[in-house]
């Protein structure tokens, strides 16, 4: 078969062995990124091999997986706080950091404030219900024996305001999607959940209508939060 390209090209339409001067090279990585990605990598890793587990707590069956270790060290502390950082960052980049952390009572308050000081944003707590001063929104979930309630004190977010959510670990995400929810009722931008495990095989992310990431995964079903 011949090669006709060379006599049909154009201007417009160049040669496929002589691309257009003003097309944009492919992107590439910077090595800043390049760089946060392995460092991410690295975090993960130690955070993962920190954590423990607990067979047939709190019931026969039932693995717990126990993050607590990882606050107890202030080294492992400080890799958490960074890899969530980086998480964002990689995830949104510089221009979409949230400009607020929303996290959940009670774990997503060991580390939100933290990671809000990082990213330069502000950090609101949802709390149970009864446990906030002032006017609030309130939300519903379903937990394993009945229903419960989440609220928000109703001026802690401005309208299109850029929000996360976070907690220590997404199992059936019940709790975080009503979160979620108070977010958008108080005409927050919601752009995403940051969470430090998921316990993959209870698919709580399904429940989410907004990008789910997070750092580590279990892989063993019958897994606990802790």
Same mark, same amino acid.
């Given at each position: 078969m011949? #090669?006709?390209?060379?006599?049909?090209?154009?201007? @417009? %339409?160049?040669?496929? *062995?002589h691309? +257009?001067?003003?097309?944009?090279?492919?992107?590439?990585?910077?090595?800043?990124?390049?760089? &946060?990605?392995?460092?991410?990598? %690295?975090?993960k890793?130690?955070? %993962?091999?920190?954590?423990?587990?607990?067979?047939?707590?709190?019931?026969?069956?039932?693995?717990f997986?126990?993050?607590?270790?990882?606050?107890? #060290?202030?080294l492992?502390?400080?890799?958490?706080?960074? !890899?969530?950082? $980086?998480?964002?960052?990689?995830?949104? @980049?510089q221009?979409?950091?949230? +400009?607020?952390?929303?996290?959940?009572?009670?774990r &997503?308050? $060991?580390?939100?404030?933290?990671?809000?000081?990082?990213?330069?944003?502000?950090?609101?707590?949802?709390?149970?219900?009864?446990?906030?001063?002032? !006017?609030?929104?309130?939300?519903? /979930?379903?937990?394993?024996?009945?229903? #419960? /309630?989440?609220?928000?004190? *109703?001026?802690?977010?401005?309208?299109?305001?850029?929000?996360?959510?976070?907690?220590?670990?997404i199992?059936? &995400? &019940?709790?975080?999607?009503?979160?979620?929810?108070?977010?958008?009722?108080?005409?927050?931008?919601?752009?995403?959940?940051?969470f430090?495990?998921?316990?993959?095989?209870?698919? @709580?992310?399904?429940?989410?209508?907004?990008?789910?990431?997070?750092?580590?995964?279990?892989q063993?079903?019958?897994?606990?939060?802790?």
């Amino acid at each position: 078969m011949t #090669d006709t390209t060379s006599a049909h090209s154009t201007s @417009g %339409h160049p040669p496929r *062995n002589h691309p +257009d001067a003003t097309e944009a090279p492919p992107k590439r990585l910077s090595a800043s990124s390049t760089s &946060g990605s392995s460092e991410l990598a %690295h975090l993960k890793m130690s955070l %993962h091999r920190s954590l423990r587990q607990y067979p047939d707590f709190p019931a026969p069956g039932i693995l717990f997986e126990d993050i607590l270790p990882i606050f107890s #060290d202030h080294l492992l502390h400080k890799s958490l706080i960074r !890899a969530l950082e $980086l998480q964002v960052t990689d995830s949104y @980049g510089q221009t979409q950091i949230p +400009d607020i952390v929303v996290g959940l009572e009670a774990r &997503g308050f $060991l580390f939100g404030p933290s990671l809000a000081l990082a990213l330069g944003a502000g950090f609101v707590p949802v709390r149970k219900q009864g446990k906030l001063p002032g !006017a609030t929104e309130t939300a519903a /979930f379903q937990k394993e024996y009945g229903e #419960d /309630f989440f609220q928000i004190q *109703n001026d802690a977010i401005k309208p299109d305001q850029r929000v996360i959510v976070v907690d220590d670990i997404i199992a059936t &995400g &019940g709790s975080a999607a009503a979160a979620g929810s108070l977010v958008k009722k108080l005409g927050g931008n919601l752009i995403g959940y940051l969470f430090i495990l998921e316990l993959d095989f209870l698919k @709580g992310r399904d429940k989410l209508d907004a990008p789910v990431h997070t750092l580590l995964s279990s892989q063993e079903e019958g897994t606990s939060k802790t």
